[in-house]
């Protein structure tokens, strides 16, 4: 019989409420034969302000120990800006080399969007995830005087690019459209963008049926509010990754239906899903929260692991659910994720 | 008498015909008194093919002894990605100390958006131009090879913020709901975002009329296309800037009415302004441009050197004249030229 170990991060805020449904989901979509085993971590703001601590040494390898790393949100505002998203998400990250940062927008039939006329949005984004202007590498000088200079250092690597954008056509080669886009800012920043540049013909030449175009990623902006249906498969850095996913989220549902992974496809580590909704605090505790974007990271999870079927099931459930809201009360987090359990378990 | 001395580049592609345009209306709207001078320079992809210059020394030289610049648009696909961006436009911004780059966002009744709903945009951003990643500093080694490492340093100074968040606070004092948002990444590029978020408080003693909050450069993207309304003036790095502008011209009405200038508030050179559109090879020489942006570009330049009344009447016959087009047959680019030309004279 198999199993399935899970690390379990509920972390603060809503976190805990939209968690404890995705695992329920988890539970009742797996098959009878795969023995769930989870595990609960207290990282977040309270173990914070009782230890000092985000994430030591100690914790990653007890993480390690995993298949799989579950996370619901990190954040409050009694901790300063900066602290856990550092200390604790990019650390896990880094730590745990998930490069491949996986970001699917989709539309689904019955979903509101900010955006005239219901556009046709089904992309992913392969955001890189160890490596550009999030590296920790800058500093200043002068610090606190009218004199002072402060730097932010982006690195990039052929390495690094490389690995990340033929994850991203390997996943275009696998969908219908087979398209991939680099978005980047080539005409500027040109160390960094002419590597990527090159990097993604380079590999491109091994995915001859995937066709590919560029763009800048102010431009990209305006084609994701403009023409959404354009986009397949996009791939880009860290940096850019992180603006124009929250940008997707929003025209594709908002981030109450936004999931994400933290892969690393070698499975050296275990990869981490997580919605990509923060912790908000000010309805925690209310079951008033959603968990769909939750239970959407429980089937990349899924499939991260090799369970495609289970996966499809909650992608169907999900947008079963989301198809029949508009005609239906309101529901608690609680009512929602019954109500996928059964879908998923039916 | 007084007098206007004005340096025109045309430009590439449809450069020519907007900024012939633009002039038509400049001349229109002018008093009497004021003497017009314009000098038009060669810059763009057909000077670089000649001669393989973008801006010599003695270009700027010339280009200094006017009062301001009007620029239609530089580009082509006959040169390489970035030659042109870097060896004019931004060499331009960075030799003329143009910090304040800014670009208004108004949504004008009757002209569409993609966003549901036609929301209230009226909002500008003040981005930084002379700073950040944009500076050309970084390099790589090993370059070409597996091993390859590319850098790009964003550079930061305490000088260099707190002149354009003055600028920037100065201008929602001067604006009726006198909010000023800071938009940054100061949870991930600590070391700038510090010294970003620590200049725009301190700054912001000096104005405690002004109402302030603080956004997440990814968080900006989503309310820009969900909430766009609460926007008022926005303040933000060069990069930032560089996305959430185009975002917000997409968002307002689209790049065919997009303005910006590149301005040296302190006159020790000619401010640059320009429409946000490219040189759209792909219509050049057909009279479809639209020369709104430009005409708008030109409002903000008679504003800039104290026209206010001649920049208000420009406004006001631009709203007017895209308050009527849904129900006129489209119109060349001259024709659009004549009529805002007659308007502001009339
Ligand atoms: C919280 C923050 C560090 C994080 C990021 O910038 O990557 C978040 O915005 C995200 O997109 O996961
Ligand atoms: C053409 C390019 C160098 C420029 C920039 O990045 O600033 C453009 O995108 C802009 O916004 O004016």
Chains 1, 2 share one sequence.
Do not use: C
Request: overall charge negative.
């Amino acid at each position: 019989s198999r199993s399935l170990s899970l690390a379990v991060i509920p972390g603060d805020g809503i976190g805990q409420e939209v968690v404890a449904e995705g695992l329920k989901v988890l539970s009742a979509v797996l098959p009878q034969d795969v023995k769930l085993e989870t595990r609960e971590f207290d990282f977040g703001a309270k173990r914070y302000h009782a230890t000092g601590q985000t994430l030591t040494d100690e914790d990653l390898d007890r993480l390690k120990e995993h298949d799989a790393i579950l996370l619901g949100a990190i954040g409050d505002p009694s901790v300063p800006s900066g602290v856990l998203e550092r200390g604790f998400l990019l650390k896990l990250r880094f730590a745990f080399d998930h490069h491949v940062n996986l970001r699917p927008s989709r539309l689904f039939p019955g979903v509101g969007t900010p955006l005239a006329g219901s556009p046709d949005i089904d992309f992913v984004v392969v955001r890189e995830g160890t490596e550009g202007p999030y590296t920790g590498n800058g500093g200043s000088i002068r610090t606190g005087t009218p004199q002072e200079v402060a730097t932010e250092v982006s690195l990039n690597t052929a390495f690094g690019i490389e690995r990340v954008v033929r994850d991203a056509y390997a996943r275009a080669q696998a969908r219908p459209r087979k398209k991939l886009t680099l978005v980047h800012k080539n005409n500027v920043l040109v160390h960094a963008g002419h590597l990527w540049t090159r990097v993604f013909e380079a590999v491109g030449r091994e995915f001859p049926d995937v066709s590919t175009d560029y763009l800048h990623v102010d431009a990209a902006t305006i084609f994701l509010v403009t023409q959404p249906e354009r986009f397949d498969v996009i791939v880009t850095d860290n940096l850019f990754g992180d603006i124009i996913t929250d940008l997707a989220a929003a025209v594709s549902g908002g981030i109450g239906v936004a999931a994400s992974g933290n892969i690393n496809p070698g499975r050296e580590f275990p990869s981490m899903f997580e919605p990509v909704h923060g912790s908000a605090p000010d309805i925690a505790g209310q079951s008033k929260a959603d968990p769909t974007a939750t239970v959407l990271s429980v089937a990349l999870l899924l499939r991260h692991l090799g369970y495609d079927a289970e996966a499809d099931r909650i992608d169907s459930a999900v947008q079963a659910d989301l198809a029949e809201r508009a005609d239906r009360p309101v529901r608690s987090t609680v009512e929602i994720g019954d109500e996928l359990a059964a879908r998923v378990s039916g």
